[in-house]
C-alpha cells in the first residue's frame, strides 16, 4: 500500500526532470554567437543612410558597403580613401566622420572603406601591455599575434583592391589614402612592397602595429613607400607611436624619402579642434603635391 502510494509522485518527478532537460536542450542548441563588429558596422550603414550615399563591392567573401560622398567644390581635387583603425566604425563622432564629410568642401570624393573583423582563433592575442600612467588616463593595448595581424592585413587589402577596381581615375586625379591606428601600419607594410597601383599620398594617423616585433620595423616600411608621406601623431598617442617617432625620420634620411613629413597634434585626438587641426594639415600637405 505504502509502495502504491509513492509511484504517482516518483512518475511525476520523473516527468518533471526529462521537461527540463529537454528544455536545457533546446537553449543550448538555439543559442548562437553574438553578430561580428563588421557586420554591425555594415547592417548600421545600411540603416541609417540612403543608398546614395552607399556604394557596393564586393571582395572575394563578400559585399560590402562603403560610405560614399561627392565632391561639393569645383575644380574637383582628387580622391580619398578613408581607412578605419581597428574595430572603428565609420559612423562615430570621431576623425573618420569628420573628414569623410567635409573634405568634400575642399573638393574631394570620399570613400571610407569599413575595415574587416580580427581572425578568430585562440592565438589572436597574446597579451595586453599597459601604457605609463600620466596626468591625462593610462590605457591598456593588445597584442595581437603575426597570425591575427597578418590575416587582417590580407582582408583589408583584398577590400581596398575592390574598391580601387571600381574608381574611374582621370589620368591627372589624385588618389590619396587615409588610415588610422592599425589600419594604417598594415597598410604602409602592403605599400612598401611597391604593389602596382596608382597612389599619390599616404596620411598616417596614428599609425602602429599592436606586436612589438612588428612594430619596431613599421619606420623602416614608412620609407619605403612609394607615395609622399604626412606621419600624423597626438601628444599623448599610444606608446607604439611615440616609442618611435624620432626612429620614422631617421629612416626617412636614410633611404632618402624626400617627401616624408611628421606632424605632432598638441594633445588627445578627442580634444576639441582636433579635428580641424587635421582636416588643415591634411589638404595642406596634398595641395603642395
Known sequence: MFKHSLLPLI?????????CAASTFSNAAEHQPPPSKSSVFDSDLRYWLSSEKLLTIKDEEQEIAVLFSEYMAAPK???????????QSPLYNNGLSYLHQTLTDDGYDTYTLPVP????????????????????????????????LDSYKAALVAR?????????????????????????????????TLPNIRVDALITVSAQLANAQRNSHLPASLSLVAPALLDVFYTFDSPLVLDTIDERRRWARRNSKLDYRQRELFGQQHQPMQHQRLRKELTGFLRRL
Not at 512518475?11 to 521537461?19: K, Q, R, T, V, Y
Not at 581635387?77 to 574595430?87: A, D, K, M, N, S
Open 160 to 192: 581596398f583592391e575592390a574598391l580601387y577596381k571600381t574608381l574611374a581615375l582621370r589620368q591627372q586625379e589624385h588618389i590619396a589614402i587615409v588610415a588610422f591606428g592599425n589600419s594604417a601600419g598594415l597598410f604602409a607594410e602592403y605599400l612598401a
Open 77 to 87: 581635387r582628387g580622391i580619398i580613401v578613408l581607412l578605419p583603425g581597428l574595430e
Open 11 to 19: 512518475i511525476s518527478l520523473l516527468a518533471s526532470f526529462c521537461i
Open 117 to 148: 573583423d580580427l581572425t578568430e582563433g585562440n592565438d589572436i592575442t597574446q597579451g595586453i601591455m599597459e601604457d605609463e600612467p600620466n596626468e591625462v588616463k593610462s590605457t591598456v593595448l593588445p597584442i595581437l599575434s603575426e597570425f591575427a
